[in-house]
């Protein structure tokens, strides 16, 4: 079951320049700063009201990652927005049930918890991230 918007995740070149202008222009401040390894990102979670953002940064730019790719392909801006849930593999299991293409058939570690995408193209074009809070 959806919860709410978790956060929305927006690709960056840079997550040192990117942090620079959150913290010193919008002055907001980082909770998380990790490498996501099996991602191929640095990312960050930014706390905003109820919800977050999430800045990535492909740890290979010119690599075959999905951020890397988004960056080349559209440059910076934002990646995919995510939806809190109860329990991820249920609810990627019953987008799976409604005829959605899923990029993963069950939840994995991941910035937000444990999370699952939808793929794009039975979204509307958006990258959906479903998390579960771990």
């Known amino acids: 079951m959806i919860k709410r918007i978790d956060h929305v995740a927006i690709a960056v070149k840079s997550l040192d320049d990117a942090l620079n202008f959150y913290q010193q222009v919008l002055g907001l401040t980082p909770k998380k700063v990790e490498t996501v390894a099996d991602q191929g990102v640095k990312a960050a979670l930014i706390p905003i009201g109820d919800g977050e953002i999430e800045l990535l940064e492909p740890l290979e730019p010119e690599g075959e990652g999905g951020v890397a790719k988004f960056l080349k392909a559209k440059g910076e801006g934002i990646h995919h927005i ?49 998390a579960q809070k771990v």
């Open 82 to 130: 995510c939806l809190e849930v109860d329990n991820v593999d249920a609810d990627l299991q019953a987008m799976a049930d409604k005829g959605l293409s899923l990029i993963d058939k069950k939840g994995r570690k991941g910035l937000a918890g444990m999370v699952g995408f939808l793929h794009p193209k039975s979204t509307r074009g958006v990258l959906v991230e479903l």
